[in-house]
């Protein structure tokens, strides 16, 4: 379980600045949505499998939330950040 936990840091950083900078440039996209929800569960099915020691599964997962990052950062790149408000 250990292991599973620290092989999610490689993809997790790669996801966090994709998932911000569609927010910072307000990416209105249901593919966007879909992939920002999508990631984190099958970040939890690769640790599931990881655990099981199924080396396919665990493959597909992680193919799967690579490209769903991927996708969240291509959606948002080339768009002009917009300042945030401040209450």
């Not at 292991?3 to 910072?24: G, M, P, R």
């Not at 209105?28 to 199924?54: E, L």
Request: aromatic share 20%; net charge positive.
């Amino acid at each position: 379980a250990t292991w599973a936990h620290q092989n999610s840091f490689e993809t997790f950083l790669v996801y966090l600045a994709a998932a911000l900078l569609a927010y910072l440039t307000k990416v209105d996209s249901t593919w966007v949505v879909g992939c920002a929800i999508a990631y984190p569960v099958s970040r939890f099915f690769f640790s599931i499998f990881y655990i099981a020691n199924i080396p396919l599964a665990r493959s597909l997962m992680f193919g799967r939330f690579f490209l769903y990052g991927s996708i969240v950062y291509f959606e948002s790149r080339g768009r002009k950040i917009e300042v945030l408000e401040v209450l």
